[in-house]
């Protein structure tokens, strides 16, 4: 791949938003890492990857086996990978496990009292959750599941967040209402953020925060706790 093409994927594919409107064009495909360049990578020959989208920047390697969320260009054909997560708990060329389990990539497109929706008509109920905290739309989970002998029906096991990290004193650099920025590239709402009672963040606060890897509009973090930092007087 040239530099110039290079430089139009980058430009034109940064921004992920319609990843949520159209959750139906994601796909999750297991692969191997088959080339690797100073910026990007192709898996499977076929699906490209910047560096960036690599969960827990685990560094990769030319053999690494992956899953990967990949969506189709409608316009140039070209598969790319929104996010890429290494498993390295995974032999190399594997199949499903000898309990018929298997491990997904999947984009919550909505969430209830009750249920999380990770496509239009496929939803778990949030206590298969495993994470500490309430899932939002737009935000990458691991689905385990197991297909149906004989049909196309699906029993989901467990569900976890893709990936989650520590962020320590660290700058609240946008409030926009009840939604806000963390170092202009994590995304908050109140509406799905655990803080201390009587807290809310305000501009410029230094907070410790937790986030996962979530689809949101330019950027591809989540908030989902904030404390506020006390600074020694």
Known sequence: MDIFFMYMYTAQESVLPSAIRNNTRLKSIQGVVTSLCNYYGWINDSILFNMEVI??????????????????????????????????????????????????????????????????????????????????????????????????????????????????????????????????RVFFTLDSLQIPSGYTPGLYDIVDVVAVDSIQQHCSLRAVSMNPVQEEI
């Open 55 to 184: 969960s827990e920047n685990v560094p990769l390697k030319i053999g690494t086996n992956v899953l990967a969320l990949v969506e189709e260009n409608e316009r140039t054909h070209v598969f790319k990978a929104v996010k890429v997560k290494v498993m390295t708990d995974l032999p190399e060329g594997s199949e499903p496990s000898k309990l018929g389990k298997r491990l997904c990539i999947r984009c919550v497109t909505s969430v209830t009292e009750e249920d999380v929706y990770i496509s239009e008509g496929m939803c778990f109920p949030l206590y298969l959750f495993s994470g500490a905290f309430k899932p939002f739309k737009g935000d990458l989970v691991l689905v385990e599941y197991s297909m149906n002998l004989g049909t196309s029906n699906i029993n989901i096991h467990s569900v976890s967040p893709l990936n989650s990290q520590d962020m320590n004193e660290v700058y609240v650099t946008s409030i926009d209402g009840r939604n806000g920025m963390v170092e202009a």
